[in-house]
């Protein structure tokens, strides 16, 4: 099926913990994103790549780090995680001449 | 600054219309969007319009701009249960000429059978 996909859904872990969230796109889309949406379900992106290329960093914590190892990855890790990073990750992806984004289903992340 | 409004909650009873507003600041706004959430779900991308549109029919969605006013809103007709979700306002500011997209803090659609 050609979607947005993110792994895992659901991520309980420890305060203090390192974690990974992957996400993949097989759209061939050349864009990709971050978005965070808290308990409110108000979404702020955080970041977003072009072709391997950082081209959006918002305010997001150092502990946030963004990596794209091609343009249809691109994986979020956190480190020393907090209680506030508790939240659904969205990752999506969009197509210059596109519109819109296309959504992954989300990971949902509690810190505990 | 970018910003975009929306109320958090409308209910309506199976068979009427619903009409759900937004708002948004930002004058060059060259995109407006409406996305879908159901429960558990990621975002669904309903339609879009073009600021230099006023009006967009598609099915039981019209999507109507007023640019002066920076208002927005969504209207569909014979609303359904199936229809109760989350319903996001976006814009979209493109710089650089990629997207970036503003979400507004999303309107709950409750359908009263």
Redesign the interface.
Same mark, same amino acid.
Do not use: D, P
């Given at each position: 099926d050609t979607a947005?996909s993110q792994t895992p859904k659901y991520l309980v872990t420890q305060m203090g913990n390192d974690k990974s969230i992957k996400c993949e796109q097989n759209l061939g889309h050349d +864009?990709m994103y971050w #978005?965070k949406q808290d308990s409110?379900?108000?979404?702020? !992106?955080m970041f $977003?790549y072009?072709n391997k290329e950082l !081209? !959006?960093n918002e305010t997001v914590p150092n502990r946030f780090s963004p990596k794209s190892p091609d343009k249809a990855h691109l994986n979020l890790h956190i480190n020393s995680l907090e209680l506030g990073d508790s939240a659904v990750y /969205?990752c999506?992806s $969009?197509q210059?001449g596109e519109? *819109? #984004? +296309? /959504? *992954?289903? *989300?990971t949902r992340l509690t810190v505990v | 600054g970018e910003d975009v409004e929306q109320s958090l909650f409308l209910s309506v009873r199976e068979g009427d219309s619903s009409v759900i507003n937004c708002t948004y600041t930002d004058s060059s706004s060259t995109y407006l969007y409406w996305y879908k959430q159901e429960p558990g779900a990621g975002l669904q991308l309903l339609t879009y319009i073009f600021s230099n549109m006023d009006m967009k029919q598609d099915q039981r969605l019209t999507v109507l701009l007023n640019k002066k006013d920076k208002h927005l809103s969504l209207r569909i007709a014979d609303t359904q249960t199936g229809d109760s979700a989350i319903y996001f306002c976006a814009e979209s500011i493109l710089p650089g000429g990629y997207q970036k997209v503003t979400f507004g803090i999303g309107t709950k659609l409750q359908v009263i059978p």
């Open positions: 947005v +864009t #978005y409110k379900k108000f979404l702020k !992106i $977003s072009n !081209i !959006i /969205f999506a $969009s210059w519109e *819109g #984004y +296309t /959504f *992954g289903s *989300g | -």
